[in-house]
């Protein structure tokens, strides 16, 4: 890692400074946010920027106050707002590096998400918080299943399960129909056997940084919205960080109207799934020679969201093949396996425009009662109630077990 040279300046320093001058505070200034996504390492969006809140406060009132543009205090700002938040969540912004091992990284995620609710309970608007911590519970908990089972691709069954599933299509309608099936599913029925420990942690890797990628866009917003306002999340639009549609978006949630803070709750969802992550899962399956499609299959197959009244994620969109049998006769055949993979960006919004969030906003609206005192369970618990990823062999061979065959 490279060393950054950073000035030595103290709070009091800044404060009684006699005058704003762009001067004091320059070597702050125009910074890049390179590491906003977390993709590059520990700490906050930019490492020469400090993490303690108290001091970047102070240097972001002289960078306001000094005349220079806002846009050149863009870094400044941004690392100010994620230093609160992860203050306030009780994380420590320095050290904070998803780039580790879930063992490593547990007590963050699990911070995260508790912050994540937290905000959905004390604010009824907020409710890509809410649906953010519920879901984080299932993906953290796919992500333990992974750790704690390094050797999950050993375990026996998976790969004849998954070849089950593509044998049955092969015998019913040919060589030529395989190709029909979920590129991850024939991924895992080749090369499964093949997925190393070491793949798995790097799966592990990425997917803690997408966690810390997604807690670093949004969250800062959600401290300022409660903290300060509106007028907060103005300023981050002055200086560039986001567009005139998430300042609606904001308008939307606070303006007290069920469809509008909806509709600006779903602003803010799409940004995380397409500006914050979606590259980032792009990456994840493109991983190796097939392995990364192999992995976010099953991760597709294994996904189970604890929203009230969504499916699992296998159960929307099912695998269905019409061809031609060997007796001349037209047929379908039908399998509860996904015929799309989370990770596509897509078919991902697909699945959440039809199910998380028209059944997250009921269970808001309609069923607070039951919601509440899902989110008031300790988080701990939450995230040990859902691992599923043990379950794929299981799924795999139920799936082969229960393929339906109709003829036309």
Not at 88 to 111: C, F, M, Q, S, Y
Not at 392 to 405: C, G, H, K
């Amino acid at each position: 890692m490279i060393a950054v040279a950073v000035p030595v300046v103290t709070v009091a320093s800044i404060v009684s400074a006699p005058a704003a001058s762009a001067d004091s505070v320059a070597p702050y200034l125009n910074l890049p946010l390179t590491n906003r996504f977390a993709t590059e390492g520990p700490g906050g969006v930019d490492a020469s920027l400090p993490t303690d809140p108290d001091l970047l406060g102070a240097l972001v009132d002289r960078a306001r106050a000094s005349g220079v543009p806002p846009t050149s205090y863009a870094a400044l700002l941004a690392q100010y707002r994620l230093a609160q938040a992860t203050t306030e969540a009780g994380i420590d912004l320095a050290a904070w590096d998803p780039h580790t091992t879930l063992a490593v990284g547990r007590d963050n995620l699990i911070r995260s998400y508790r912050y994540y609710e937290d905000f959905q309970l004390s604010h009824r608007e907020l409710q890509w918080a809410g649906m953010g911590g519920q879901v984080g519970a299932d993906f953290g908990g796919g992500l333990a299943d992974f750790e704690l089972a390094t050797d999950i691709y050993d375990l026996p069954g998976l790969e004849t399960a998954a070849r089950s599933v593509v044998g049955a299509v092969e015998s019913a309608f040919g060589p030529a129909a395989v190709e029909q099936l979920p590129e991850g599913l024939r991924e895992l029925a080749d090369h499964g056997a093949d997925i190393t420990v070491d793949d798995l942690r790097w799966y592990i890797r990425q997917v803690l940084v997408m966690q810390k990628a997604i807690f670093s866009d949004l969250m800062p917003m959600h401290y300022m919205y409660v903290h300060e306002g509106l007028p907060a999340i103005e300023e981050f639009r002055d200086v560039g960080l986001i567009g005139d549609d998430i300042v609606a978006a904001w308008h939307d949630i606070a303006s007290g109207d069920p469809d509008r803070i909806a509709a600006g709750n779903a602003v803010l969802l799409h940004r995380e799934q397409y500006t914050v992550v979606g590259d980032l899962w792009d990456a994840v399956r493109g991983y190796g020679d097939g392995i990364g499609k192999a992995l976010t299959y099953a991760t597709t197959v294994a996904g189970s969201p604890s929203i009230a009244g969504v499916p699992p994620l296998r159960n929307h969109d099912p695998i269905r093949i019409t061809g031609t049998l060997a007796d001349g006769r037209v047929a379908t055949l039908t399998t509860p396996l996904p015929a799309w993979d989370w990770s596509v960006f897509e078919a991902r919004w697909e699945y959440i425009t039809a199910w998380l969030l028209p059944k997250y906003r009921d269970a808001v609206e309609n069923d607070w009662p039951t919601l509440e005192a899902q989110l008031r369970v300790p988080y701990e618990v939450q995230f040990e109630s859902h691992r599923p990823l043990n379950n794929i062999p299981r799924i795999l061979t139920d799936a082969a077990a229960a393929l339906v065959l109709t003829i036309e």
